[in-house]
């Protein structure tokens, strides 16, 4: 099976500061891949690297079988982004939020308006359509800004903190959709904080000061180091962090 995101050696330096240092590591189709590391880690740099966003010093890396140097758009088009701020525009409606961002990712009229209306039954949102999303709960918002990034059927969906300033039954929900979308063959690609989430992810990597420094299943990592949680993981490693934000 070849690999949607695929990196060798993916460097970002600053200067003389290097922001990501060689990182090296294939993400499959349909895989729920996390992306960790304390503040200052290098995550977001990384991030912007594989969106296409931020031209890397050094390294090779493929996103959906597009090459990171030459070949942004393509990426672009392929992917779908979630920030942590809520990216939508709350003087719009639902359904106005959803058109739009189908026509900027290129939909035609007539799957535009298919897509609208799938999304809004799938969220059971058809009666609020015509409502400012100012006025949805964070919860509703945080779906709809996740469904609006597969609106045209994305390989890759980068999402990130995705979750931040919910509450836990709305994170539950929210990683049904991402259940959800990972059926249907999308792959996720997540930085989170919260490291209960690290546990549902099928592999998980932990940057510390621009390297990975630890990469696997949650289970094994938990095994390797000896502990129950991969908050523990996590703080035996980032422990050990000597730059912050």
């Not at 490291?195 to 099928?202: F, G, K, P, S």
Request: aromatic share 10%.
């Amino acid at each position: 099976m070849q690999a949607v995101i695929e990196a060798r050696e993916l460097t970002k330096s600053f200067g003389s500061f290097i922001a990501a240092n060689k990182l090296t590591f294939d993400v499959m189709p349909g895989e729920i891949f996390g992306f960790l590391g304390a503040n200052g880690a290098g995550k977001t740099t990384a991030m912007r690297m594989l969106c296409g966003l931020s031209i890397p010093t050094s390294g090779e890396a493929r996103i959906a079988g597009f090459d990171v140097y030459t070949q942004t758009e393509k990426i672009k088009q392929n992917i779908g982004y979630m920030s942590q701020k809520f990216s939508l525009y709350e003087d719009l409606t639902v359904k106005e939020n959803i058109r739009f961002y189908g026509g900027i990712y290129g939909l035609k009229i007539p799957q535009i308006k298919k897509k609208t209306d799938e999304l809004l039954h799938e969220l059971q949102l058809t009666q609020e359509a015509d409502k400012l999303v100012r006025e949805l709960p964070l919860g509703w918002k945080q779906k709809l800004s996740f469904s609006v990034a597969l609106v045209h059927d994305p390989k890759i969906v980068f999402l990130d903190e995705p979750t931040g300033g919910v509450d836990p039954i709305t994170r539950r929900q929210f990683w049904d959709l991402i259940y959800y979308a990972t059926s249907k063959g999308i792959t996720v690609f997540v930085t989170t904080h919260y490291m209960d989430e690290a546990e549902y992810c099928n592999r998980v990597s932990i940057m510390v000061d621009g390297v990975i420094e630890a990469l696997d299943k949650p289970s094994v990592l938990k095994q390797k180091f000896n502990v129950d949680s991969m908050e523990e993981v996590f703080y035996l490693l980032a422990r050990k962090a000597k730059r912050s934000e």
